[in-house]
């Protein structure tokens, strides 16, 4: 499966973006899907997960309560919808794909390309 990452922008602390992540093929709804992001000079980190049915998800502690992430399989897109948005938010995010859902990148098959969310103080 093939994905592509959207939505990133320049945000004020305190707000809200919508990341979308758009996959091309007609098994979308056979991937799990993860969100990770990566700050400048930092290792890459698990943001969120959601299950292929979209029954489970899973977040980091650092955004639990502020960012979900729902699916809609119809249009094959996962989103990451971030609010109350933090200066510390501020990263490269990417999008990736998997049978089952993983805290772990390395069990991602798929990725998409970053989209860069910077968070004003």
């Known amino acids: 499966v093939q994905l592509q990452a959207s939505g990133g922008g320049l945000v004020q602390a305190g707000g809200s973006l919508r990341l979308s992540c758009a996959a091309s093929?007609?098994?979308?709804?056979?991937?799990?899907v993860g969100w990770f992001r990566q700050a400048p000079g930092k290792e890459r980190e698990f943001v969120a997960a959601i299950s292929r049915s979209g029954g489970y998800t899973y977040y980091a502690d650092s955004v639990k309560g502020r960012f979900t992430i729902p699916r809609d399989n119809a249009k094959n897109t996962v989103y990451l919808q971030m609010n109350s948005l933090k200066p510390q938010d501020t990263a490269v995010y990417y999008c990736?794909?998997?049978?089952?859902?993983?805290?772990?990148?390395?069990?991602?098959?798929?990725w998409g390309q970053g989209t860069l969310v910077t968070v004003s103080s």
């Open positions: 990736a794909a998997n049978s089952h859902t993983s805290y772990y990148s390395s069990n991602y098959d798929s």
């Open positions: 093929g007609r098994t979308f709804s056979s991937y799990a």
